[in-house]
Nanobody
Framework: QVQLVESGGGLVQAGGSLRLSCAAS????????MGWFRQAPGKERELVAA????????YYADSVKGRFTISRDNAKNTVYLQMNSLNPEDTAVYYC???????????????????WGQGTQVTVSS
């Protein structure tokens, strides 16, 4: 059974940091694009960061550029999202996703994705 399991969410004060992890199991994701999405109450789910299978290509939404860093460890089948300088607008449920044999460009263009995690809540207090 293929699973993506996120962890690392929580409550943090504005200006603080969190590191999210997404552990994949059930198959190898080393050839897949991986991404982090978020959905705030009343808003659509948005892609905040994506990374290519080898880690050479990354994408960041303008709202998180310079503050968030996506990385991956294919040996551990895990992708990370380091979030710094958090502000209340970053409050959302964060989801990990994977697209089989895809590039970050493909992931950005898709409206549906092959695998999803269950999400982890990130709350930033002011």
């Amino acid at each position: 059974q293929v699973q993506l399991v996120e962890s690392g969410g929580g409550l943090v004060q504005a200006g603080g940091s969190l590191r999210l992890s997404c552990a994949a199991s059930g198959r190898t994701f080393s050839m897949d694009a991986m991404g982090w999405f978020r959905q705030a109450p009343g808003k659509e789910r948005e892609l905040v960061a994506a990374i290519s299978w080898g880690g050479r290509t990354t994408y960041y939404a303008d709202s998180v550029k310079g503050r968030f860093t996506i990385s991956r460890d294919n040996a551990k089948n895990t992708v990370y999202l380091q979030m710094n300088s958090l502000n209340p607008e970053d409050t959302a449920v964060y989801y990990c996703a994977a697209d089989r044999m895809a590039t970050t460009q493909v992931m950005r263009s898709r409206t549906s994705h092959d695998y999803w995690g269950q999400g982890t809540q990130v709350t930033v207090s002011s």
